[in-house]
């Protein structure tokens, strides 16, 4: 039997990512190998995402080789990869969620400063918005770079702290302090690991269902569907987590104003049904109570 060609980025995320789904197959007996590629997102650090204008910076070279059939599946953070995918390209299976939250990271110099005091980077509009939401004044620095990257600037730079993926921090095995921040809705299918395909090879696509969780699936599709629905193709400050508790699945969301002023929020628990698209249907809510407006006023302003 052929081996299954799983292309990534060649970040060390990426990298241990692919090496995750690697092993999920090879625990269900097939062969893997992996074959990295760069990113045009890792080639252009110099401005945050948002103002390159485009979406899937992270994802369309992987995108391409999986169209030029150089690779069979390619491994994301699922939250990179923008809701609309380009023709036959398809996502075919999400590995179980872990660590969803986001976390505050200090520089020891600002250890007993309050969440107010601190001058913060980061370069995400949904992380500022929410955080701006309770402390208005705080001072914000762009921040771009992988992980490593980032703790790095921390250290040698002139701001108190930044906000990362929990997720990404335990996976690098990062041996930091953090502190959870439970004001903060994750990004959309923040901390699931997804796995992309070709539409028109079934087989493959097959093999990748044994591998495939449905329950996290069930709940970042939620997640996306919302997004798509409130966002109409820009990058907007919105947060969404669905997560299943006992028999129920608890959706909570948020649109946010880039000053973080302007806050619609949602938060439903209710029985899980097929039919019902609960994404689609709380983004309607969210549009109906002002979010209409805002998503208009947020368009004039990035
Ligand atoms: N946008 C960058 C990105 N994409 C995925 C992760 C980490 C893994 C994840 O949260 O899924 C990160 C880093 C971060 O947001 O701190």
Sequence with gaps: MKSIRIGTRNSALALWQAREVARHLQNNNYLTEI?????????????????????????RDLDVALL???????????????TQLP???????????????????????????????????????RRRAFWLKHYPDTQFFDI????????????????????????GIKRMKMDINYEMLPVMIPA??????????HSEKPEI????????????????????????TLEGGCTAP??????????????????????????????????????E???EKFANIVLENGGRELMAEIKTQL
């Design 144 to 167: 771009r770079g992988n992980i490593q990257t980032r703790l790095q600037k921390l250290e040698e730079q002139d701001f108190d702290a930044t906000i990362l993926s929990l997720a």
């Design 205 to 228: 696509n097959e093999i990748l269902q044994s591998i495939n969780h449905k329950q996290t699936q069930i709940c970042v599709e939620m997640e996306r569907n919302f997004l798509s």
């Design 238 to 275: 919105i947060g969404a987590f669905a997560e299943k508790i006992g028999n129920q699945i608890r959706f909570k969301g948020a649109l946010c104003s880039l000053d973080g002023k302007n806050y619609i929020a949602i938060d439903e628990s209710f029985e899980y049904n097929e039919e």
């Design 188 to 197: 959309a299918s923040q901390g699931v690991i997804a796995i992309a395909g």
């Design 87 to 125: 023709h036959n390209i398809e996502i075919i299976a999400h590995l179980e969620r872990d660590f969803p939250q986001d976390v505050l990271i200090r520089r020891e110099s600002a250890r007993d400063k309050e969440f107010h005091e601190l001058k913060l980077a980061t370069s995400s509009l």
């Design 35 to 59: 074959t990295p590629i760069v990113s045009s997102g890792d080639k252009n650090l110099n401005q945050p995402l948002y103002s390159l204008g485009i979406t899937g910076v992270f994802t």
């Design 277 to 279: 698209n609960f994404g």
């Design 68 to 82: 030029n059939d150089e690779i069979d599946i390619a491994v994301h953070s699922l939250k990179d990869v923008p």
